[in-house]
């Protein structure tokens, strides 16, 4: 049996980090501001928001939460954009994805100071990430699964990493951050994702598997090594009728069977998610320092 990697017993030690962090901050005068812009109502996206805003408060930052409508328009919420840029108090900008349709978000991006986006997604800290500037922003949930993995003493260093999904937000960036060339880098990393072929031998080779495809229960035994370790990024609403809201969550990652064979995983809730947050605040406070 796997052992489990606690996401939020992994936070809660870096929430005592940040903590003592806000405290200098503020005796500098500076209260760490994070503005954090939803356009339309994604139940998914209006749960991570709301989240996003409460931890902002518990640890006493400042807060600004933008909720539009979705029909707001690519011009209006560029407006929003730059008033949050030229805002001094608000240190970090988040723009939740994905937008609505209309939205042209790439282009929303680029309007960001690359100095406030706090999600690393604007390509002056996509570059940095690419160039090992450590002066850049990462984006929040490859920093969370790089924590988990370090903080469970689970050596990066020489492994092969395989990461199903190529995404912007998670598969892309986590590539490049445990192939950098420093302490908690090193790894050999290959990328799979849909179109990959002889998918589940690749997964097999890996020592530690990083799950983000988008796909309920996608990675079973099969793709997985006796004793590799399993990081389940995934999260998914799949109806559940016997469940009081009608959904449950699962990952990317058939659970049950999995932590059968790896070494130790994630579970989902309470893996990677809470990680994520706590990344985010603590781009924030980098945001706020410099
Ligand atoms: N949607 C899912 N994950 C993320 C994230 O890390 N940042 C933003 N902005 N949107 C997301």
């Known amino acids: 049996m796997a052992k489990l990697i606690d996401g939020r017993a992994i936070a809660k030690k870096v929430y005592v980090d940040l903590r003592r962090e806000i405290g200098e901050l503020k005796a500098r005068g500076v209260t760490p501001g994070l503005a954090v812009v939803l356009v339309g109502d994604n139940p998914a996206s209006r749960a991570y928001v ?11 930052l400042h807060s600004v939460k933008l ?13 929003r954009v730059k008033e949050l840029n030229r805002n001094s108090s608000v ?33 002056e800290n996509v570059a940095k990430l690419v160039l090992d500037d450590a002066s850049g922003f990462v984006p929040c949930t490859p920093l969370g699964v790089q924590r988990l ?8 260093n020489g492994a092969h990493v395989v990461v199903l999904g190529r995404s912007m937000i998670v598969g892309k960036p986590l590539a490049l951050l445990l192939m950098q ?36 229960e996608f990675v079973k035994a099969d793709h997985v090594r006796e004793g590799a370790v399993v990081i389940d990024v995934g999260i998914n ?44 605040m603590a781009n924030t406070l980098k945001a706020a320092r410099q």
């Not at 659970?255 to 064979?261: A, P």
Request: aromatic content about 2%.
């Open 149 to 156: 993995l370090t903080e469970s003493k689970i050596e990066i």
């Open 67 to 79: 909720e539009l409508p979705a029909s707001t328009t690519q011009k209006e919420l560029l407006e």
């Open 91 to 123: 240190h970090g900008i988040l723009i939740q994805s994905p937008p609505p349709e209309h939205i042209d978000e790439a282009a929303i991006v680029r309007a960001l100071d690359p100095r406030k986006d706090v999600d690393g997604f604007h390509p």
């Open 237 to 280: 609403r799949v109806e559940d009728a016997a469940s009081e809201r009608g959904y449950r969550l699962v990952g990317d990652v058939a659970f049950d069977e999995v932590s059968k064979k790896a070494s130790a995983i994630t579970p989902v809730p309470g893996g990677v998610g809470p990680m994520t947050i706590a990344m985010l």
């Open 181 to 216: 060339k420093n302490r908690n880098g090193n790894a050999t990393v290959t990328v799979v994702h849909s179109r990959s072929r002889d998918l589940a031998e690749i997964t097999r080779s890996a020592d530690i598997i990083v799950a983000a495809i988008g796909r309920a």
């Open 50 to 60: 709301r989240s996003k805003d409460k931890m902002c408060r518990e640890l006493g």
